[in-house]
């Protein structure tokens, strides 16, 4: 276990630089100059060249690439050029909330999508397995902002059980804060069932088939010993690893349900980052999350082993 975490630790480190210097230099391809953004309406020749020498803007790419990796190594992803503040202060207000999103929709997803695809792939050719298939053809095909939007004319405007927009932290008022984000991680943890329930079903039954459950049946085991014990455990395996990789999906892909339900969340954090051309903000958020996505990658694979003894050698 010791040698394949170092291994992969070894791994990770040139792909974070590679995924670092794609960042810095896509962002230089962006259209506009964050110099001339900041300058301001009058854009005066001499504020506009200081704001070039403080900032580094007439230095060489590579030169303006090393003074960035320098500062991300010690922590500073530079100042936002929007509101001025550092990088590091906007990220630490706005991942938590994305994370909770995050998080709940996963939850919502395993919840839904790995009984409904276990109970499919056990009850295969019934109506359960019919009305698993149909709702993961709705999950897949239904657009989030729609959903979305229907969920807050539903529950917010007809019922008036949720609010329909905002955000409250957990740490101020939990039950306002489950209130407030349950709509929109359904909205994000929908499709994400859907997909998990058609994986789910399809390693069950290739599970269900092999020679180790055959046996455990003719030994005379409880059908339900057979299917949680031997079937489920090893037919979760890839799941494991869907599963993680849809979470760091989220992070990223949650900018549609975040402006629909007003989320000051990662999504919304960096559209507007887009829009305003603030640079510093788009290169440590897409880089946060790429590390993120990296590092759940490597949960993945080491949950991959706990829960399959095989692959431990």
């Known amino acids: 276990m010791l040698n394949f975490l170092a ?3 070894v791994q990770i480190v040139p792909t974070l630089f590679f995924v670092s210097v794609l960042i810095f230099s896509l962002q230089q391809l962006l259209p506009g100059d964050p110099a001339l953004v900041m300058a301001g309406e009058e854009r005066d ?3 506009i060249e200081q704001i070039r020498r ?3 803007l007439d230095q060489p790419v590579p030169v303006q690439y090393a003074y960035w990796i320098k500062g991300v190594l010690s922590g500073d992803f530079g100042e936002s050029l929007r509101n ?3 990088v590091r202060e906007l990220i630490a207000q706005k991942l938590p909330v994305t994370l909770q999103l995050g998080s709940m929709a996963i939850l919502i997803a395993l919840l839904i999508g790995i009984p409904a695809g276990i109970v499919a792939a056990v009850k295969k050719g019934s109506a359960w397995d019919y009305g698993a298939n149909l709702f993961a053809l709705w999950g897949i095909s239904t657009p989030n902002f729609w959903l979305g939007i229907m969920l807050i004319f539903l529950f917010s405007i007809e019922l008036g059980w949720l609010p329909a927009s905002g955000y409250v932290p957990l740490t101020e008022n939990w039950r306002a804060s489950l209130a407030v984000t349950i709509m929109p991680a359904f909205v994000l943890g929908n499709a994400i069932a859907a997909i998990l329930m058609r994986h789910t079903r399809s390693a069950m039954l290739y599970v269900l088939g092999s ?3 055959r046996t455990a049946r003719a030994k005379g085991l409880l059908e339900r010993t057979v299917i949680l014990k031997h079937a489920m455990r090893n ?6 690893t869907l599963g993680a990789l849809e979470f760091g999906t989220l992070l990223s892909g949650a900018v549609l349900t975040e402006q629909i339900f007003s989320i000051p969340g990662f999504g919304k954090l960096i559209v507007d980052a887009v829009f305003n051309r603030d640079y510093a903000v788009v290169q440590g958020v897409v880089l946060v999350t790429a590390t993120v996505y990296i590092t759940l990658n490597l949960v993945a694979d080491i949950a991959y082993i706990l829960v399959n003894p095989r692959l431990r050698g």
């Open 7 to 9: 291994r992969r630790l």
């Open 45 to 47: 020749p001499a504020v």
């Open 54 to 56: 403080q900032y580094r």
């Open 84 to 86: 001025k503040m550092p």
């Open 211 to 213: 020679d180790y459950v």
């Open 235 to 240: 037919a979760l395996t890839p799941v494991i």
